[in-house]
């Protein structure tokens, strides 16, 4: 149980377009949902963290405008890079957990975003 | 606000020897802690966690982690480590309160080999 997928898992994009990633609870409603970037060799640093039905909060330096989360439903959450630039290459995580009472977190397997 | 401090960015071991991955934290509230792995281009894989209790925690694959509440660490370990242990192992530390969500450090790379 407590499984999380994300799509895509990779995809590349031209300089200048947007690209979208989702990120799905597959067995489990997840009240907040949380995304993650993640640079060759780095560690995870928290971009924001969404609950259903509620404007995202972001984490300070992090660009609302450029990247656009939504958390429609229990089980979707998305992150599209408007606008996408070399720089914004990277991986992104995300996690979701099961409700307002849970410490759980359950990450999905990341999405490598290239931009040329 | 809460932080984490890998303070190990590599360690290399022999196949069947003990290895120890050092974490500090800092908080003014309490924390639960955990410990996870990242292998090669893949999502997190939860090891162990913390939340109350017994400061001895016993995970997945044989790794274990004592918090130290005075020492604000939070050390994982394994008495014996096998080639497929190679992994980047990540220690994270959240609120203790749900729906935080988790900090992470630096990372360790853990390399085992023959």
């Known amino acids: 149980g407590a499984v999380v997928s994300q799509h895509p898992s990779w995809v590349i994009c031209k300089s200048g377009t947007s690209v979208k990633i989702e990120c799905r609870s597959l067995d489990f409603q997840a009240t907040t949902m949380f995304w993650y970037r993640q640079f060759p060799k780095q560690s995870l640093m928290l971009m924001a963290t969404?609950?259903?039905?509620?404007?995202?909060?972001?984490e300070q330096g992090v660009e609302k405008d450029k990247f656009l989360i939504n958390h429609a439903s229990l089980t979707l959450s998305t992150l599209t890079v408007t606008s996408a630039h070399p720089e914004d290459s990277s991986f992104y995580i995300c996690?979701?957990?099961?409700?307002?009472?849970?410490?759980?977190?359950?990450f999905g397997p990341g999405t490598r975003l290239t931009v040329t | 606000a809460q932080s984490v401090t890998q303070l190990d960015s590599q360690v290399p071991v022999f196949e069947e020897a003990p290895v120890e991955l050092r974490c500090n934290y800092s908080?003014?509230?309490?924390?639960?802690l955990f410990w996870y792995v990242q292998y090669p281009n893949q999502g997190l894989q939860l090891l162990l966690k913390?939340?109350?209790?017994?400061?001895l925690v016993k995970g997945i694959n044989g790794f274990e982690a004592e918090f130290n509440k005075s020492q604000t660490s939070f050390h994982l370990r394994k008495p014996s480590v096998h080639i497929s242990d190679t992994a980047e192992y990540f220690c994270?530390?959240?609120?203790?309160?749900?729906?935080?969500?988790?900090?992470f450090g630096k990372g360790t790379t853990l390399s085992v080999s023959s």
């Open positions: 994270a530390v959240s609120e203790a309160e749900a729906g935080t969500a988790l900090i």
């Open positions: 969404s609950n259903e039905g509620s404007k995202a909060t972001y």
């Open positions: 996690s979701a957990s099961p409700g307002s009472s849970s410490y759980e977190q359950y």
């Open positions: 913390y939340l109350s209790g017994s400061t």
């Open positions: 908080s003014s509230v309490s924390v639960y």
